[in-house]
């Protein structure tokens, strides 16, 4: 009975801290639109309390929701997988370095504009033609360093994410890195949505097959609309000439912002579950594609499947796992985001996540058989 409520505890505590999320997000975010109109000390107010929402909250609700889905985890399985731990913990190890150690270090808390993966925005477009973005100057509190410092740590983080995804596949980000959904997705996964899918299965992550199709739509039409803003940003920055006006490709790109990604996504918690912005994230769009060129896919056939559908229950994005595992072919989809939680939940241990380099390495550590 008291493991019981102490397991209730954590889904609570969990749940607590999305809805904070959500609302302070949701507030902040609309008294930022509204102070365009306000005087210019008053706007920075409102600067800072999204700054301080942006590092030390989101940082904290991560590194919270770590612990408490680690404890929930425990009480239920007595166990936590090396796979797992590495995703929880390099997610808690970003939020705290990324968020909070070297904005306090550096007093630079705009940093984590520099970790935006492409083609998530026009971030390094707009700072390099015009210095700023989303109408925040980066010139004027820091000087020409400010820009230096968000280009330099932007693309060094480029480079990072896609070199680790040719070894790991869309994992890599998806399921370490991501600082925008991905760290909140695994931080806060076990408790949402806040009402069941299915009856039958409570525990089931699977959402319909026809909310899923809107939502790939939805990711289709979000990274063609990427691309678009993408080219023209990039036609004014190398020669500071637009076929359209700057100040209407700054207002689309707010208004995807906060309808498509802030609120959205934030709101996808509470009804779709953690992954729900992962189903049309445009930069997890650009990863699926490059994880199945590097021969991302979830192996099948390793023992046995019994058909409990355990796997597809876990599966955040809705993929079909079971068939696959039933036929013993494997699992190649865009969509995996390698959390590996359908592997963890296999109770014959007949999964596993891979890719081509993994291969490689498993079969380098495997010790030569003596004839």
């Not at 806040?194 to 026809?210: F, M, V």
């Not at 955040?316 to 959390?339: F, H, L, R, W, Y």
Request: net charge positive; glycine share 8%.
């Amino acid at each position: 009975m008291k493991q019981g409520k102490e397991k209730n505890t954590n889904i609570v505590m969990i749940r607590i801290i999305a809805i904070g999320l959500i609302v302070l997000g949701t507030a902040i975010g609309m008294s930022i639109g509204m102070t365009r109109q306000m005087d210019p000390e008053t706007r920075k107010i409102f600067i800072l309390l999204f700054k301080i929402y942006e590092n030390l909250v989101r940082a904290s609700a991560i590194i919270l929701g770590v612990f408490f889905t680690i404890r929930y985890t425990l009480q239920k399985k007595g166990t936590l997988s090396r796979f797992r731990i590495t995703s929880l913990m390099s997610f808690s190890l970003m939020a705290f370095t990324f968020l909070i150690l070297l904005p306090l270090l550096t007093r630079f808390w705009d940093l984590y504009f520099g970790i935006s993966p492409f083609p998530w925005s026009t971030f390094p477009l707009q700072l390099l033609s015009i210095g700023s973005y989303f109408g925040n100057s980066f010139e004027e509190p820091y000087g020409m360093n400010g820009v230096t410092i968000l280009l330099y740590t932007y693309f060094g983080y480029q480079i990072v994410l896609f070199t680790g995804t040719l070894f790991l596949g869309r994992r890599w980000h998806c399921s370490m890195l991501c600082l925008i959904n991905g760290a909140h997705a695994e931080s806060m996964g076990v408790a949402l949505p806040l009402t069941p899918h299915n009856k039958k299965r409570p525990q089931s992550k699977q959402i319909k097959p026809a909310l899923r199709k809107i939502l790939i739509s939805v990711q289709l039409f979000l990274f063609f609309l990427n691309m678009v803003l993408i080219f023209f940003w990039s036609f004014f920055a190398y020669y500071l000439v637009s076929f359209v006006s700057i100040r209407l490709l700054m207002i689309v790109e707010i208004l995807k912002y906060f309808t498509l990604e802030l609120f959205l996504f934030m709101f996808l918690w509470l009804f779709i579950g953690g992954r729900g912005y992962c189903y049309y994230c445009p930069v997890g769009f650009l990863l699926g594609i490059l994880g199945r060129g590097v021969g991302q896919k979830i192996e099948t056939g390793l023992t046995h499947c019994t058909n409990c559908n355990a796997c597809n229950d876990a599966c955040k994005m809705s993929v079909d796992v079971a068939s696959s595992a039933m036929s013993n072919i494997p699992v190649e989809t865009e969509q995996c985001t390698g959390c590996g939680l359908c592997v963890d939940s296999c109770p014959t241990h007949n999964l596993r996540y891979t890719t081509r380099f993994m291969d490689w390495l498993r079969k380098r550590e495997r010790p030569a058989v003596s004839v």
